[in-house]
DNA sequence: ATATCAAATTGGTATAGACAACTATATAAT
DNA sequence: ATTATATAGTTGTCTATACCAATTTGATAT
């Protein structure tokens, strides 16, 4: 594993050995790796190029020290973190699930003053309302009400709001989403809802409101989803 | 700047007080800082000792290195800290609201299967279950449970936990919160969980199980809550 | 059996020194 | 003027050692 007349680091040879071990499951999640000690005798090189190896794997996220314990392979999957925006579609399929969309209804409707505000659009505007029931694996999942201004997207089609908004949005409107809010709140589902989501009146239901930006700051849309309780949870990854 | 009989590691002092030069502008972006050797010489600290503090500002963000040339302030700003990442105490303040907290029980547990693989900890292992209600201007708004390896924080007390424990982490105990993943979902108020909280059963819940990491990955704690819908709704803002 | 203490083991901090690899600059040779 | 060459300064790698701090283990006493 270690070649001392090797053009690379030792640190580095040892580094991508240590790797290597956890990615072919030599090492588990959670064992102990050998000490720093044993690496140093093992392959007759300092503890303190070991440190540099293991700091580095370290800082990778692959392992965990604990003084007085030992080293331990990290049990937490290095991943990519998906910040939570993304599209419906994109979030069944990283659940596993086949997403579906049923466009209930597609009309325009002249705005609210509350719409108008949140799309910073002038009351009255006319703005697309869609309506679309979302199914996952062809099973409900999610009532969702969508408000766009037509200015913005002024060819707007039942056809295109029955796949992928999003990605309609950034591959033919050249438009990019590029930050969101989102209000999360419990609730229990009412007569009509139920009926659709095809679950009890007063069952538990998650709503969540979802205002998305453009690079400028220009609102794109407000949607006010409704999601069966028993079929979404709702994860989000955070970092500082 | 170094006090070599402070209790603190050398390599920290000298690694905050880099990093408060560059916070205060006396660093500017871009500027060469001093050489290893100077550090060295200056404070009369060993040159590995004044690159472990300069490793870990680069692995920050703060410093980038050139071989042959020197180490430079880095141009571009530390991602501000956390949207989202906020104690309980925190949020209840950003909300306008005066923040509570009644303890129901504090103890010790064996770790379950479960918690243990959670909180990286061997099963069995002690750990702390904390049992709160959070109060909101004096009236009860969550329920949590929070479980904590004994390991990591060896002297927590009922007192403590009566206050804000991530402020006891982070300025008493020199541990970071640097991640975690929050995974919601709406339910129903049980029993007893609604009689906590002085709403009906039945009633709407929403459920927040929250999983915090440290610098290392090491996991700090799991959190269950269960929030009083018609109080409290969860806000995320996401930028990409 | 249980509690206590001591030893062994582990990672954490720190030192002093050496040489390599790279960059920039000054100097000398052409 | 241009091109080598030396040299001084920088970070990168590595060694060998020492002691500290936290934890586990095992022996010992109760």
Redesign the interface.
């Given at each position: 594993m270690i070649n001392k007349h090797s053009p690379l680091p030792i640190y580095y040879q040892l580094e991508q050995g240590i790797k290597e071990m956890i990615e072919k499951g030599q090492l588990q999640p959670?064992e102990m790796i050998p000490s720093e000690r044993e690496w140093s005798e093992r392959y007759d090189i300092s503890r303190?190029t070991v440190r540099q190896a293991i700091?580095n794997l370290?800082?990778d996220?692959y392992l965990?020290?604990?003084r007085g314990k030992g080293t331990?392979v990290?049990?937490?999957k290095i991943e990519q973190p998906l910040?939570?925006?993304t599209s419906f579609s994109e979030d069944m399929r990283a659940r596993g699930m086949e997403p579906g969309t049923k466009v209930l209804s597609f009309s325009t409707i002249p705005a609210s003053s509350s719409l108008a505000g949140q799309l910073h659009v002038s009351e009255g505007e006319e703005v697309y309302e869609i309506r679309r029931l979302r199914l996952a694996d062809q099973l409900p999942i999610a009532l969702e009400i969508a408000y766009v201004p037509c200015s913005l997207v002024p060819h707007l089609t039942e056809e295109i709001v029955s796949g992928s908004f999003y990605e309609f949005i950034e591959q033919k409107q050249l438009l990019t989403?590029?930050?969101?809010?989102?209000?999360?709140?419990?609730?229990?589902a009412r007569k009509v809802e139920a009926d659709l989501l095809q679950i009890k009146e007063?069952a538990?239901?998650?709503?969540i409101q979802r205002n998305s930006y453009l690079e400028n700051g220009q609102p794109l849309e407000v949607v006010k989803s409704v999601?069966r309780?028993d079929r979404?949870?709702?994860?989000?990854?955070?970092?500082?």
């Open positions: 959670g303190m700091n370290v800082n996220g965990v020290r604990q331990f990290a049990t937490k910040k939570g925006l989403i590029r930050s969101a809010t989102q209000i999360l709140e419990a609730s229990v007063g538990p239901v998650l709503l999601y309780a979404y949870k709702f994860m989000i990854e955070m970092e500082r």
